[in-house]
């Protein structure tokens, strides 16, 4: 069975470099944003799902497990942070760790149950509790079901950065994507990683290795769940509220679709994904549902004809790793 | 006590649904290796053919009946042919992101053209109305709703059960080299499964139009409970497919009787228990 | 996330190019009709409110008196995170003046939030929720047509008169439904009813049985639908499937359109009492309105009380605008200017606008009319009653709506 992805490469010292660099130029691009006049709320609603990408990338990319419900991360984080802001009155910092650590704990639970089964069934498994938890959201009250939690206040960052304000709300989503994206790569490139890489590539032999191989899924498994539940409280300060939207499995299908146009296994492609569907998305928005038809081709495209996505197109081009 | 039966009905109606497409998802998963993402969408194309018919060309339920499932038949066919098939020797997620991306732009197109509100599809002058079992209220569409899909369900294992025609089909599961060297053409077996299972889906949309309408995103979220009974009945019997799939229609009927507010959910949360306790599915084989 | 901004632009012909009058006030305006264009609401808003805001703009004349004003909409797909999405864009980026319109009543109150926040105008016709001039209420808002109090009063009392004292709601479970079956509830159990059970349903839902079952077992003389749109339609319709009606129990539609009556028919219809503002066919003035109106439609439908709102509501916009001689681009100033003035148009009448934003015009209460009463297409109410603008609405002396001193 060929694996889904093919296009990542040994991780030397000359890859590491490269991927610096491409990290370096990243960085700056986005430090400048705001003087470029883009609408800076696209721009950092574009980092938030560009977070969650990697997030879900490292799942699918490095562990060869596509999950079809991260939303629920995204969602779950949201409505709690959103509800420790609005109901409890708690600081923004406190705000994302209640929903982070609510995100951590649902992956907890949902990872011992989904990572039972492998592969398509995986897939199905999370997609199943994603509309779980969709259906638990739409009827408990405190999510306030189809209406969602509204009018978030966005308050005072550590009592000094005021997030109402656009410029440093956007240097605070930054800075918070970058902390999630340096983190995601040290995994990828970590022990921890290169024993996911392993058992990606061939479990059997990673069992005979002597690895435990659920817990080292498992704990990927976790680790994607809490970095996507982060995604998801950035995104309440941006957005300023928490919805169904998000819990959706239409959400969880634009998350894989941002990871594949980009490139599996890559650790620039989910960003790069992000924007461009974020951008097709806010360019296209005139064409109504043409954007769900069009993204819909996109999948067909990629699947068919360019399984590598951009990035990974680009990395093979110049035998490089990105 | 009424109340109960009743529930129990309708129930049995939602069963019907999730066993002709768990069913037909199950053949296709045994020929193809795909999880058809598109199943939902298909389930609508029944649904709208059926509208069509109707609307454009005057042809009512009875003719819908059997054209709108080999017209959307011809169409899942046609989409093996030029897409699904180059897919054979890849990761099955591949399929199933195809498949995915498939039902958006299916999906996609109708909502374009008919918003996401339903259009009525009025029950056929010979089922109207309903009859007093004295116990309960039946309306008579919903009772043949019931009784014809289970015939139909029961012709299918038959077909691949016990005929010459399903026995190719289930040797090819197992093993295509050989059976291609019987001289079994068997790539059109593929493409004839994948029509078959497709149009079971489409059957499945002309018997929900009166009772659900028409709509774009009819099947979209009835898709993904069918995954959970795929998950929970596990996707190595035809027979397993349709036992659960009723055995989980009268589950949630009962739910909506004794604690509504699950109804929604008991199914996912039955998956979660299966999982648990059976990994594999309560019929199923490890995958 | 995808908000979907239907660039339907209709811009206006300027006739004042010339730079002359730069230096006197900026008379621009753009118009935002933020509605539901695809869903289970579109017919009674979506592109007919759309068209209802442009016939305002033609109407006003204003073009020739060297104003530039611009119409645009957006479908919100019932979604209240699509909604903000939009209307933060549309107030940062497309500079938009006014939000019309904003059916559905979750949708009605993120935008409420959003509109105040950046100091912009919502005169909302479509959303039923009476919390937007109570509770919710904001010195940038104005509810221009029905809500749920004074349907509550209004149908939920003469259905308790009319012997029906036991009650099961079968409610939309979203922000609207329970508005209306909160407002409702205390109508009937003031008028000496009770309230037995409810249900609630998903919006948008398609088969009604195991709700209407439930409903059955209640055994309650009328089932009260606090939905709208298709699902009430749906509601309807199925509860025949299940021999309801023949079984003895009522329906009552808490809110009903038009273009709803159009579409179960009055076979299905006849006998329904239900409460509106406006109805097509009660004046000279309602008349040709609505014959100009529904020229303009692809289907001809007359126009709903929501899309009649959208025009009478910009009527009254521009009034000010003009008073004002010229845009302060202002949103709590130009409200407080049109609470100033008083009302008066073709469609409603003459009326006011209340400290708390309600605007106040006499409820009726019709009954759908037999299928061999009507004289002709859309010919469908008859009037029952008429509840006077001062007494329809919530008092505000029971208002807890901080803009309303005591």
């Known amino acids: 069975m060929a694996t889904m992805t093919d296009t990542t490469m040994p991780t030397t010292p000359r890859a590491i470099h490269d991927e610096m660099i491409a990290f370096g130029i990243m960085t700056a691009l986005l430090l400048v944003v705001p003087l470029t006049g883009v609408y800076p709320f696209f721009v950092m609603q574009a980092l938030c799902f560009a977070l969650l990408a990697c997030a879900f990338n490292l799942l699918i990319g490095y562990g060869g497990l596509l999950s079809f419900g991260h939303a629920m991360f995204l969602g779950t984080a949201g409505y709690v942070s959103a509800h420790a802001l609005k109901v409890w009155g708690l600081s923004p910092e406190l705000g994302i760790v209640a929903g982070v650590a609510a995100a951590a704990g649902l992956a907890v639970i949902t990872g011992v149950v989904a990572i039972r089964r492998q592969g398509i069934y995986f897939a199905m498994i999370t997609l199943a509790l994603s509309q779980l938890l969709y259906f638990i959201y739409l009827q408990t009250p405190f999510t306030h079901g189809e209406d969602g939690i509204q009018g978030i206040p966005q308050g005072y960052l550590f009592g000094i950065f005021n997030l109402s304000n656009p410029i440093i709300l956007y240097y605070v989503i930054l800075a918070g994507f970058l902390f999630g994206f340096l983190l995601i790569f040290r995994t990828i490139n970590s022990p921890f990683g290169e024993v996911l890489k392993s058992i990606r590539e061939n479990e059997q032999r990673a069992i005979s290795l002597g690895y435990k191989t659920d817990q080292y899924k498992l704990l990927a498994y976790i680790i994607s769940g809490t970095l996507a539940g982060f995604a998801g409280s950035l995104k309440v300060f941006v957005a300023q509220n928490a919805s169904l939207t998000d819990v959706h499995w239409t959400m969880s299908g634009e998350i894989v679709l941002m990871t594949l146009v980009g490139g599996l296994g890559t650790v620039f492609g989910p960003v790069v994904g992000a924007f461009v569907i974020i951008a097709m998305q806010q360019y296209l928005a005139g064409f109504g549902q043409w954007v769900t038809v069009i993204q819909g081709a996109i999948f067909v495209i990629c699947v068919l004809t360019f399984r590598r996505g951009v990035i990974g197109e680009i990395a093979h081009y110049f035998r490089r790793s990105l | 006590m009424q109340a109960l039966y009743a529930q129990l009905l309708v129930g049995l109606i939602n069963g019907s649904f999730y066993a002709l497409l768990s069913l037909g998802l199950a053949v296709i998963f045994g020929m193809l290796n795909i999880i058809n993402f598109a199943h939902g969408a298909v389930y609508m194309m029944g649904a709208f053919v059926a509208y069509f018919l109707l609307n454009v060309a005057g042809i009512g339920y009875w003719p819908a009946l059997i054209i709108a499932p080999i017209v959307v038949g011809i169409f899942g066919m046609i989409l093996e042919r030029t897409m699904l098939q180059w897919l054979s020797g890849l990761d099955h997620l591949y399929g199933l992101l195809l498949t995915f991306g498939l039902a958006l732009i299916i999906q996609g197109v109708f909502q374009n053209y008919f918003g996401s509100s339903g259009l009525p599809y009025s029950i056929p002058d010979e089922l109207k109305g309903g009859m007093n079992l004295g116990f309960m209220f039946l309306p008579i569409y919903r009772g043949w709703v019931v009784v014809f899909s289970l015939i139909v369900c029961l012709l299918t294992w038959y077909l691949i059960e016990r005929t010459r025609l399903g026995a190719y089909l289930r040797a090819a599961t197992e093993n295509p080299t050989l059976v291609r060297a019987f001289g079994v053409n068997v790539p059109r077996m593929i493409t004839l499964t994948y029509g078959l299972g497709v149009g079971l889906a489409a059957l499945a949309g002309v018997l929900s139009a009166p009772i659900n309408q028409v709509r774009p995103l009819m099947g979209a979220d009835l898709i993904i409970v069918v995954f959970a009974v795929v998950v929970i009945g596990g996707m190595g019997s035809i027979m397993g497919s349709i036992i659960t799939g009723f055995t989980l229609g009268v589950v949630e009927g009962l739910t909506k009787y004794f604690y509504p507010e699950a109804s929604n959910t008991v199914v996912f949360v039955l998956m979660v228990l299966v999982l648990l306790v059976k990994p594999s599915g309560l019929t199923g084989r490890a995958a | ?406």
């Not at chain 3, 012909?13 to 730069?22: D, I, K, P, V, Y």
Request: charged share 20%; net charge neutral.
């Open chain 3, 1 to 406: 996330m995808q908000n979907r901004i239907s660039a339907v632009l209709v811009a206006v012909a300027l006739s004042c190019a010339a730079t002359g009058f730069a230096s006197a006030q900026d008379k621009t305006i753009k118009i935002g009709v933020l509605t539901d264009n695809s869903g289970l609401y579109s017919d009674l808003g979506g592109v007919g409110s759309t068209l209802a805001a442009q016939m305002a703009v033609e109407d006003s004349g204003l073009a020739g008196k060297g104003w530039k004003i611009e119409v645009i909409s957006a479908d919100h797909q019932n979604k209240p995170d699509i909604a903000t999405n939009i209307a933060r864009q549309w107030i940062d980026v497309d500079k938009v003046d006014i939000f019309m319109d904003v059916l559905n009543s979750g949708v009605a109150l993120a935008v409420n939030n959003v509109v105040r926040e950046k100091n912009s105008i919502m005169i909302n016709t479509g959303a039923a929720t009476s919390d937007l001039t109570n509770a919710q209420c904001s010195p940038n808002t104005i509810h221009w047509v029905y809500d749920t109090y004074m349907l509550a009063n209004s149908t939920g009392q003469a259905l308790v008169k009319a012997g029906g004292d036991t009650w099961f709601f079968l409610t939309a479970d979203y922000a609207f439904g329970a508005a209306l079956e909160r407002d409702t509830t205390a109508v009937v159990v003031k008028a000496g009813g009770k309230v037995i059970g409810g249900v609630k349903h998903p919006l948008n839902t398609a088969d009604f049985s195991s709700f209407l079952l439930q409903a059955q077992a209640s055994k309650a003389k009328i089932i009260g639908m606090a939905n709208a749109g298709g699902d009430t339609t749906n509601t309807i319709k199925q509860a025949s499937e299940f021999g309801i009606v023949a079984g003895g129990q009522k329906l009552a539609g808490l809110l009903l359109f038009i273009t709803d009556v159009h579409s179960l028919g009055l076979k299905v219809a006849q006998g329904l009492n239900f409460t509106e503002t406006f109805y097509w066919d009660m004046n000279d003035g309602t008349r040709a309105f609505s014959k100009r109106f529904s020229e303009r439609m692809k289907n001809k439908a007359e126009p709903s009380m929501v899309q009649a709102g959208v025009y009478s509501g910009l009527v009254h916009y521009f009034k000010a605008l003009e008073a004002m001689g010229g845009n302060p681009h202002d949103g709590a100033k130009v409200v407080a200017k049109m609470k100033e003035m008083p009302t008066d148009d073709p469609l409603f009448g003459k009326g006011t606008i209340r400290a708390d934003g309600r605007k106040i015009h006499p409820a009726y209460l019709f009954e759908v009319k037999k299928p061999e009463e009507s004289k002709g297409p859309w010919d469908y109410y008859k009037l029952v009653g008429t509840t006077p603008g001062d007494q329809a609405f919530r008092p505000l002396s029971e208002s807890v709506c901080p803009l309303v001193k005591k």
